[in-house]
């Protein structure tokens, strides 16, 4: 009775979190790299305060101001004496948190809104997918700057505005999916036991979104990451003296020709950030998505 | 006579599409008797997975109910509110379909999908209801029990995977279970299993069992009624050895021909000539008039009732009495 199946093959349909980071880390060596390196900066954002012995917004040299790199400054110090590696390190917090929090807010309600959509269609689906429709037709960095302009700036702001942007495309690719979940025989087989709507959208259709889900959050997170980035750069987003990598490639950029350091540095932050969540997002695409298996 | 678990009067399931109303079942009446296994035969497309799903009361959208009553144990089914027919869906109805390999949620343990059913209609605690799991799997044969209950779909054969959909259809002790082509994706050993299972259950959990197939065979192993259905409707109907023994239908008699048979050593299959019609343009007259090699006019242009020949053995056929 027991079907004879080979251990790979196991494997492939195996979801759980240590036979995909197994996989990841033998298919796809960049993406396991990636999924390091993301590690390690979250750690550092985290233990900023243990790794650098200066202040991030307090004035530590002002007569050593726009001083180029050296033993005591890695990075060299900004306009007003501030040492750039710390504020790297404390951008990073920010950075990382406005790549995360607002992709988690948009993708719930995005699922939420998707899956009710999908599933209970008619005049649901309508009401739900023109509103996505109408937000998906601004330019979203207009209408993230427009919601900031009108909210203000401050951080929640920013999860805020980036929430709001995002949702309409998740929950375009969510209901796609649940359109196809529904149809399924286990859905069928669930109602012909008596499962109500709420119980199978949870329940049966949401775990099995998961997969995409998860491949959109690692997609999502660098556009969020680059549009703080754009928003302080335009002085909409993060004020001083925080520090945001977005803000300081704005502050920098008097200086590019001077003291391009202080440009440089977090611009190939937001790069190496951007590219390692794109490694990895494409790595576990390739790992969950069963379409695109063994190919 | 004892009472019936079953009547379904003059159902009538339509779709309304752009293109106009599809008849996907018409005028159809049976009664389903207390411990009995009721057959439905036909081709593809001939309605009888809508007369299942019309009993579920799962037709889904633009189809709908347009007339008739069900009858379950003196309760009126298509009276019933969504809310309170998702009560009896799995308490008192339940279902099995075709494709064991699809009928399980992929990303959910078996044990607990069937216990889902479980905490639904029953108030006990997680800890009994996965007891009462484990005893229906060991009913219905699962072997190992406790070692199932946390397999995922993907891990078990398709003879097992449908041996717990049977145990979730089966676990709250419904009055009636539908089979919609329970062994039409399982192979020859595992579906005699099946159906022997099936009359089991039927024996001691006092089940009334509609089975639905395109396999004489199967309905002939198991059932004690048949219905032929042809285009929404029931063609002919009788006790399963007065009906095996002398069917009279023309479309019966199809059907009995092109069963394939090693014992009589045909030179080659018999078949019958044509398709099932469009249901989208039901017209007046027999519906099977265009592949009946006895039509006659009056096949054309009256539609023919159901009459009956003897005791429980009905015919809609003009010709029944000549051919």
Not at chain 1, 210 to 238: D, H, K, Q, R
Not at chain 2, 31 to 53: F, L
Request: charged residues 20%; proline residues 5%; contains cysteine.
């Amino acid at each position: 009775m027991e079907p004879i199946k080979t251990r790979e093959e196991k494997e492939l349909r195996d979801n759980s979190f240590r036979a995909v980071c197994r996989r990841l880390f033998r298919e796809n060596k960049p993406a396991a790299f990636s999924a390091i390196l993301i590690c390690l900066m979250i750690l550092a954002a985290i233990l900023a305060p243990v790794i650098t012995p200066y202040s991030y917004e307090e004035i530590i040299d002002p007569l050593n101001r726009l001083a180029a790199p050296s033993l005591q400054h890695p990075l060299g110090t900004d306009e007003i004496g501030r040492d750039v590696l710390t504020r790297l390190l404390y951008g990073a917090r920010i950075s990382l948190l406005v790549g995360i929090v607002p992709t988690l807010i948009s993708m719930a309600a995005g699922a939420a809104l998707g899956i009710l959509a999908g599933y209970m269609g008619g005049k649901v689906d309508t009401v739900i997918m023109r509103l996505a429709d109408v937000m998906l037709a601004f330019p979203s960095m207009l209408l993230a700057m427009v919601i900031m302009y009108t909210l203000g700036d401050g951080i929640i702001n920013i999860f805020l505005a980036l929430a709001l942007v995002n949702w309409a495309s998740v929950a375009r690719i969510v209901r796609a999916e649940t359109l196809k979940l529904r149809e399924t025989e286990y859905v069928e087989a669930a109602r012909s036991i008596g499962v109500g709507s709420l119980k199978i959208m949870c329940r049966h259709i949401l775990p099995n979104c998961l997969p995409s889900l998860i491949v959109l959050f690692t997609l999502n997170i660098p556009s969020a990451i680059l549009s703080e980035s754009s928003l302080s750069f335009l002085g909409l987003g993060i004020q001083k003296p925080m520090a945001s990598w977005g803000l300081m490639v704005n502050t920098g950029r008097q200086y590019l020709y001077t003291n391009p350091w202080l440009s440089l540095a977090p611009s190939l932050a937001i790069m190496v950030v951007v590219l390692a969540f794109n490694f990895l997002g494409d790595g576990l695409r390739d790992i969950l998505d069963p379409h695109l298996k063994k190919q | 006579m004892e009472k019936a678990t079953l009547q379904v009067k003059n159902l009538s399931t339509s779709f309304f599409t752009e293109r106009g109303e599809i008849k996907a079942v018409n005028d159809v009446s049976f009664t389903v008797p207390r411990r009995s296994i009721v057959g439905i035969v036909g081709e593809s497309g001939c309605g009888k997975s809508m007369t299942a799903r019309s009993i579920m009361g799962l037709v889904k959208y633009p189809g709908r109910i347009v007339a008739g009553s069900i009858d379950l144990e003196g309760k009126e089914l298509t009276a019933l509110s969504p809310r309170d027919m998702s009560v009896v869906r799995g308490e008192e109805i339940s279902m099995i379909f075709q494709e064991p390999m699809t009928s399980l949620n992929p990303v959910m343990k078996v044990g607990h999908q069937v216990r889902e059913a479980v905490l639904l209609h029953r108030k006990v605690s997680r800890k009994e209801a996965k007891n009462k799991v484990l005893r229906i799997f060991e009913e219905v044969g699962i072997s190992e029990p406790e070692k199932r209950y946390n397999s995922y779909p993907h891990e078990l054969s398709g003879g097992l995977r449908q041996r717990v959909m049977i145990a979730m259809a089966m676990v709250c002790r419904p009055k009636l279970l539908i089979a919609d082509e329970p062994t039409t994706a399982l192979d020859v050993t595992v579906e005699a299993q099946i159906l022997e299972l099936m009359k089991k259950l039927r024996d001691e959990v006092d089940t009334s069992i509609i089975l639905i197939s395109h396999n004489l065979g199967v309905i002939a192993e198991v059932c004690d009624y048949v219905h032929v259905m042809y285009a929404g409707r029931i063609v002919e109907s009788g006790e399963t050895f007065e009906l095996f023994d002398n069917p009279r239908h023309p479309y019966t008699k199809g059907l009995m021909s092109a069963v394939n048979s090693l014992a009589l050593r045909q030179p080659s299959l018999e078949t019958i000539p044509g398709t099932v019609p469009n249901l989208l343009d039901v017209k007046e007259g027999c519906s099977f008039a265009p592949r009946c090699r006895h039509c006659n006019q009056r096949c054309i242009t009256e539609t023919p009732a159901l009459s009956e020949l003897s005791a429980g053995h009905n015919v809609r056929c003009h010709l029944v009495r000549e051919v």
